[in-house]
């Protein structure tokens, strides 16, 4: 089978590229010619060392998206070209197209390019850049969620980026308008990769009638290593950027209340606030890579995800759940749905400081920790959500593409 991968970028920042590069390892390793498309030139120097994944980049370089950068990768022709340049390398009508990220390096444009030689697309959404201008259904003037239909007036009158004024909020507007126009996105494409029923329930309505979603996980590289014994751990934990949306501020708060141990494994704009609410059971790591973040978890109680917008689906609560540490999800999250409540972990109401603190004073219980963990450690290692079995579902979203 021959596949196309189109990403921003090949370099591991993140849950969506991380997923993106993992499924060309897998699917390369599994004897399918695998091409990966970047927008930047930078590649991840592991991933580049695998010698059956044919990459390919755009030519961008790694620059501030500042609003002329914003309206020029609206629409990308070198994208659209290259991509075409790859299709034409083997039959079109026989490759599969795979989307993930394109904002900042390849653009809507590979859409087009894509449907233009035939090829066979598929969209995986790790945002709501679909559906929303910002990307978040979230207002970060206000720290609520937006629930304004997205390009009606009331939408575009809104200021609801975090920048000084509305200017950058237009010219994520006239992106979004080109997607959905020249680009056709999502108008032209009938088959699109989800990761949570959460964000399925937040943008589906703006997918055409006649889209068929593909259900499917994030591969996780998860090693089946001994169940973390919680009672051991006093700390329960935040992984994340410490920024508005992810509302960290109410972790310290919480915490406070009841006087928990809690450590904070991030860096970002709110870090300052954070240690201004003087708690001194608060410890911060700053920022940490992947191995960094994993080794923390061996010392900690529990994790709380603390997010106020519709995250589509972190992978920190995951991997958090296959080494036997219990979760703290907020409301508005997919990682509400990766929990069992009551039994692997606790949903609280967003930006209830009052709830979020009872959830987390249940977990400073050693019978309740200990039963939530094991629960925690089974129920992942039953069905583990490990990169090969991604590369299963991919293979089955294939095939049935190809067979159309």
């Known amino acids: 089978m021959r596949i196309i991968i189109v990403n921003d970028n090949a370099v591991v920042s993140g849950g969506a590229t991380k997923c993106a590069l993992l499924s060309a390892e897998h699917l390369a390793n599994d004897g399918h010619e695998v091409h990966y498309l970047s927008g930047f030139t930078e590649i991840d120097p592991y991933f580049a060392s695998r010698r059956n994944i044919h990459f390919h980049t755009v030519g961008e370089t790694q620059e501030r998206m500042d609003i002329p950068r914003l309206i020029q990768m609206a629409y990308s022709r070198p994208a659209y070209e290259k991509l075409q340049q790859i299709l034409e390398l083997g039959d079109a ?12 390096g390849t653009s809507p444009s590979v859409v087009n390019a894509a449907l233009d030689c035939g090829a066979k697309l598929i969209c995986s959404f790790h945002d709501y850049h679909v559906a929303c201008p910002q990307g978040q259904f979230f207002n970060k003037q206000t720290n609520q969620i937006c629930t304004l239909r997205p390009g009606s007036l009331p939408c575009l009158v809104s200021h609801c980026t975090d920048t000084r004024t ?20 999502p108008g032209k494409v009938h088959h699109f990769g989800v990761f949570s029923q959460k964000s399925v329930d937040v943008f589906g309505q703006y997918l055409p009638k006649n889209a068929k979603l593909h259900m499917m996980r994030y591969p996780i590289q998860a090693v089946a290593e001994p169940r973390v014994d919680v009672t051991k751990n006093r700390a329960i934990v935040f992984s994340g950027r410490l920024s508005l949306e992810k509302d960290p501020k109410i972790f310290v708060e919480a915490a406070k209340k009841i006087g928990a141990e809690i450590r904070i494994l991030g860096d970002g704009p709110l870090m300052q606030a954070m240690k201004d609410i003087g ?56 990682t509400k749905y990766e929990i069992v409540e009551g039994e692997t972990g606790f949903a609280y109401q967003a930006h209830n400081v009052d709830d979020l603190a009872d959830k987390m004073h249940l977990l400073l219980d050693d019978a309740t920790a200990d039963r939530m963990s094991r629960a925690a450690y089974d129920r992942f290692w039953s069905d583990p959500p490990t990169p090969e079995a991604h590369t299963k579902r991919l293979i089955e979203i294939y095939e049935e593409m190809l067979a159309e």
């Open 279 to 334: 708690y001194e059971k608060a410890t911060f790591a700053g920022w940490l890579n992947g191995e960094q973040v994993l080794e923390e978890m061996k010392h900690a109680r529990a994790m709380a995800i603390t997010s106020i917008w519709y995250e589509v689906n972190p992978l920190a609560p995951i991997e958090a759940l296959g080494r036997g540490i219990p979760v703290i999800a907020s409301d508005c999250t997919a």
């Open 166 to 185: 509305i200017l950058p909020k237009w010219a994520e507007v006239y992106r979004w308008a080109v997607q959905r126009g020249k680009a056709g996105m």
């Open 93 to 104: 009508k026989n490759t599969i197209v795979h989307t993930h990220l394109w904002k900042t």
